[in-house]
């Protein structure tokens, strides 16, 4: 299996990632580094790299350097942003990286760095139009979308760290600080005219450290029951909440607040300005938080060539057979039950009576029903619950991923009881308590019907009469082990569906 590194030198912190690249279009990250080596401090005073933040930064990269080489990795893919873009010694600055090193620097162009944000963004979110606001340290990139079409971008020449310092000694009084960052961003953004065009229905997506610490801190405020970035949405009057209560603080008093990292405490509030322009300059609904960016665009462009020119057209998909292929499952096995859990849905949609919303929820639920298996087949049910709970699926809401996982979590001969589902209620409506006993059921009896993972059965049709339904199987073999299984789920049926099950 081939490994690369990815290196992603912003202007306020330094991460290296391991990826393992999988055969057939697959990536997953098995190792990450990261430290806050604030290479931009101080280059407003003439536009230079500091030589202490740049000796730092080679330090950094040695350490990275030990770390990739210990995964023996096959490429090194190292970028440098909007600081290094900037700096008037990026040359010195490239060749003392190589030099002390061995470290081949990219120094991205502004379109460079905004494409791979947009490739990490647009095939890891199922989002037909977004405007994606990634604010770095020394940049904020500006990229708008309108059916997963890149239609323009722009790089601010600001970030968190330069508007931090721009604006330290411009008021003694940090709310009126606020104040002026929101102006000077509301003024930039007013310079972009195809700003002012956006299509009304279009998302607000957020990407980078910053805003991801936004989402921690909204999780913490509201104890939400699932730690997650990606696809983390945010209410405006929560981030009013958090903005209102980080931006009076000092740096002492703000690094106490839960959730707040310690290397952000005295730019997140500048970061918050950006945001807070942002929404007095435009009618955005809410806010969603993406997970993945720069690093995972160049993942994506690495694994999956295509990307480059034509983002995925599936991406839940895409996402599902990257844990496939991961935890080196029975692929068709987990398509076969999905395709006969489809079959039921249909069947019986006039008992279950369900959107089509939740068939994303029985995908999910019925192709993965089986990865807890990997760690452990006996109790298997409730890793795979585990599993897909924390599995940071592509495409999906997050809270149709807790009722997918809770509908996994019941396939099994006795269904798992042991998850406290009150954990995860806040997040429920009863709508999906009820969605969870049905698709449950279906996904039980979907396994047993390929019991062999031969695919003996192929199709599935259900009458449903009076206080009955009247399953019958079509096969291209024997399947008596099959339908055995199935009628073990004769009780749970009953139970869900008010319904006796036979099965012929």
């Given at each position: ?60 990269l040695k350490t990275f350097k030990n770390l990739y080489e210990s995964h023996k990795v096959s490429k090194v893919f190292a970028y440098g942003t909007a600081a290094v873009r900037r700096a008037k010694n990026q040359k010195s600055f490239v060749d003392e990286v190589l030099a002390s090193c061995g470290i081949k620097l990219t120094v991205l162009s502004q379109e460079e760095e905004a494409g791979l944000v947009y490739t990490g963004v647009i095939n890891s979110m199922d989002v037909p139009k977004g405007l994606i606001i990634d604010i770095g340290g020394g940049s904020v990139k ?363």
């Amino acid at each position: 299996m081939e490994k690369i590194a990815i290196i992603d030198i912003g202007s306020n912190m330094a991460r290296i990632v391991i990826v393992n690249i999988i055969e057939g279009g697959y990536f997953n990250v098995i190792d990450e580094l990261k430290e806050p080596v604030r290479l931009a401090k101080d280059m407003e005073i003439d536009g230079f790299l500091r030589p202490v933040r740049v000796q730092q930064m080679v330090q950094t990269l040695k350490t990275f350097k030990n770390l990739y080489e210990s995964h023996k990795v096959s490429k090194v893919f190292a970028y440098g942003t909007a600081a290094v873009r900037r700096a008037k010694n990026q040359k010195s600055f490239v060749d003392e990286v190589l030099a002390s090193c061995g470290i081949k620097l990219t120094v991205l162009s502004q379109e460079e760095e905004a494409g791979l944000v947009y490739t990490g963004v647009i095939n890891s979110m199922d989002v037909p139009k977004g405007l994606i606001i990634d604010i770095g340290g020394g940049s904020v990139k500006v990229i708008y979308y309108n059916r997963r079409v890149l239609i323009a971008q722009e790089t601010l020449p600001f970030g968190a760290v330069t508007l931090t310092e721009k604006f330290a000694k411009a008021s003694p009084d940090p709310i009126e600080r606020s104040k002026m960052i929101e102006d000077y961003v509301k003024d930039n953004l007013n310079n972009l005219e195809w700003f002012k065009n956006i299509d009304p229905d279009t998302q607000l997506i957020c990407v980078g450290g910053s805003m991801r610490n936004a989402g921690k801190i909204s999780r913490r405020f509201k104890k939400y029951p699932l730690d997650m970035a990606h696809n983390y949405h945010i209410s405006w009057s929560e981030f009013a909440n958090i903005y209102n209560t980080i931006r009076p603080l000092d740096m002492d008093k703000a690094a106490r607040i839960k959730g707040l990292s310690s290397a952000r405490a005295d730019i997140l509030p500048a970061a918050m300005s950006c945001l807070k322009a942002i929404q007095e300059s435009s009618n955005f609904p809410e806010i969603i938080i993406s997970g993945a960016g720069l690093r995972e665009g160049a993942m994506f462009r690495y694994a999956v060539p295509s990307t480059i020119e034509k983002p995925i057209s599936d991406i839940l998909g895409h996402s599902i057979y990257t844990m496939l292929h991961v935890f080196n499952m029975n692929i068709p096995h987990s398509e076969h039950v999905f395709d006969l859990s489809l079959q039921l849905y249909r069947q019986l949609k006039v008992l279950h009576k369900l959107p089509r919303s939740y068939v994303k929820v029985l995908r999910v639920a019925a192709q993965l029903h089986d990865i807890g298996s990997s760690f452990k087949f006996y109790d298997h049910p409730k890793h795979s619950f585990y599993l897909i709970l924390n599995s940071n699926l592509y495409g999906i809401p997050q809270k149709d991923l807790v009722v997918a996982a809770l509908v996994a979590s019941r396939h099994g001969p006795v269904p798992y009881d042991g998850i406290e589902i009150q954990q995860y209620l806040s997040m429920l409506s009863e709508e999906d308590i009820e969605a969870i006993k049905k698709l449950g059921v279906i996904v039980r009896i979907a396994e047993c019907f390929d019991r062999s993972m031969g695919g003996v059965i192929t199709n599935i049709t259900c009458d449903i009469l009076g206080d009955s339904v009247i399953l019958k199987t079509e096969a291209i073999a024997d399947c008596t082990l099959e339908i055995k299984d199935a009628l073990n789920a004769v009780p749970e049926f009953r139970h869900a569906f008010k319904k006796n099950l036979e099965i012929l």
